[in-house]
């Protein structure tokens, strides 16, 4: 039972263009998210978050953007850049324990 | 500086052996975890310790154990390896509430393969 979801497994952007990124799940009662990123034979690093308190979070080129109604979030990434280019997983938190999606690579074309 | 580093980066190794992988932080983080990536890329938790004592421990077979010596080091031990053992391990280091909710810090993982 997967109770975070990132439905596209890839995504492929122009430079410059915005990225959206989308994370779905299940619990109500998550009480943070987090969205990581991850180059290949690298572990994850950490990237933005949002309370579940919060309905929008902004970090620079990043923004986290939270639809509890829906059980959604959102991480736009503009302008979009050739180092964006790596897997993004979506995770969700209460206490101690994460929940992660199965990620979602983004390729950003020159 | 290496905020949370694991050894070995690689392991290949034989079924039915024992095998450990090392993980250490130098962030003074009180929690620590360890998870598998499997081959459809989902990272799931395996143990966690907070302070040298376990607080998650989620349906692993009990050929996994987990050691912490200290609360910056957790060993994980994996007696009698199986093919379906092979995947990516990666510890990680949080420390809740001290950089935003539960950021998890992670090391570069060890990819572990069973032939």
């Known amino acids: 039972d997967q109770q975070v979801k990132q439905n596209s497994p890839s995504l492929s952007v122009q430079e410059g263009r915005i990225s959206i990124l989308n994370c779905d799940y299940t619990?109500?009662?998550?009480?943070?998210f987090l969205w990581y990123k991850k180059y290949p034979a690298e572990g994850p690093t950490f990237l933005i978050s949002?309370?579940?308190i919060k309905d929008k979070n902004e970090d620079g080129r990043f923004t986290v953007f939270l639809n509890k109604s829906a059980k959604h979030l959102s991480l736009h990434i503009v302008p979009s850049q050739p180092g964006d280019s790596a897997v993004y997983f979506c995770?969700?938190?209460?206490?101690?324990?994460?929940?992660w999606g199965a990620g979602t690579k983004l390729i950003i074309k020159p | 500086d290496t905020a949370v580093s694991q050894t070995p980066k690689y392991l290949v190794t034989q079924m039915g052996n024992d095998k450990s992988i090392k993980c250490e932080q130098n962030?003074?983080?009180?929690?620590m975890y360890w998870y598998k990536q499997d081959s459809k890329k989902f990272l799931k938790i395996m143990f966690s310790?907070?302070?040298?004592?376990?607080?998650i421990n989620e349906t692993v077979p009990n050929r996994f154990s987990p050691k912490s010596p200290d609360k910056a080091h957790l060993n994980l031990h994996i007696n009698s390896l199986e093919l379906g053992d092979s995947a990516v391990y990666f510890c990680?280091?949080?420390?809740?509430?001290?950089?935003?909710?539960?950021?998890?810090?992670f090391g570069p993982g060890t990819r572990l393969t069973v032939l």
């Open positions: 995770a969700a938190g209460s206490n101690y324990q994460l929940i």
């Open positions: 619990n109500s009662m998550f009480d943070y």
């Open positions: 949002i309370s579940s």
């Open positions: 962030l003074g983080h009180d929690t």
């Open positions: 310790y907070n302070n040298k004592e376990l607080i």
């Open positions: 990680a280091s949080s420390q809740p509430g001290f950089s935003g909710p539960h950021e998890q810090f």
